[in-house]
Structure formats: structure tokens, C-alpha cells
Nanobody, 117 residues
């Protein structure tokens, strides 16, 4: 199993970024997937999850209305569209297999997002 994130970088407050996570080594379309983030000094937070066919999503309150999770099962790829970014969104973002941190059995290596003017 391999999960490889990309798309992180520097964004200004109010800006947008789209993260991608390419999965391999398992049948991607059979699994719910999630995004988590590690915030320096705060620990790891669950950001949200998407079910196996992409028909249902769930988000942490602090990203609702700003972040959108989607997936393309034909491309074995998970996405995180981040809009209206805030400095407090600065974190290392990970994709993971499974819905919630307690269920995640594989994680990617992470991609850094920094929101600063």
C-alpha cells in the first residue's frame, strides 16, 4: 500500500490550494479515505472523510464550508480542495485509508501547507 500526497505549498490568507493523494497497492474504490493534518504544537487533527464511491463526505467543523474532499476512483486519486485558507490551516496534511484516525491503517508521507502573507 502506498499513498503519495502532493500539492502543498505557500498560500496567502483567503487563497486556495488543491491537494492530491495517489493511491496504489490496494483496490482504492473499496475504501473510505480521509485527510488529517498535523499542526505544530497541537497534534494531529481529523479534517474529513469520503466514502468509497464518493457519494458521501463528512468534515470537521473548522473546515466546513471551506474545504471539499473528492475522489476519482478511475485514477486512484483523492483530493482536498482548500478555499478561504487561514493562517491556522498551516499544517502537514496527510491522506489516510479509512474514515477516522482510529480506523486509519495506512498514511501518506504528508504535504506541507503554509498560509501566510
Amino acid at each position: 500500500v502506498q499513498l503519495v500526497e502532493s500539492g502543498g505549498g505557500l498560500a496567502q490568507p483567503g487563497g486556495s490550494l488543491r491537494l492530491s493523494c495517489v493511491a496504489s497497492g490496494f483496490t482504492f474504490s473499496r475504501y473510505a479515505m480521509s485527510w488529517n493534518r498535523h499542526v505544530s504544537g497541537k497534534g494531529t487533527e481529523w479534517v474529513g472523510q469520503i466514502n468509497s464511491d464518493g457519494s458521501d463526505t463528512e468534515y470537521a467543523d473548522f473546515v466546513k464550508g471551506r474545504f471539499t474532499i473528492s475522489r476519482d476512483n478511475a485514477k486512484n486519486t483523492l483530493y482536498l480542495q482548500m478555499n478561504s485558507l487561514k493562517p491556522e490551516d498551516t499544517a502537514l496534511y496527510y491522506c489516510a485509508r479509512g474514515k477516522y484516525i482510529s480506523e486509519n491503517d495506512y498514511w501518506g508521507q504528508g504535504t506541507q501547507v503554509t498560509v501566510s502573507s
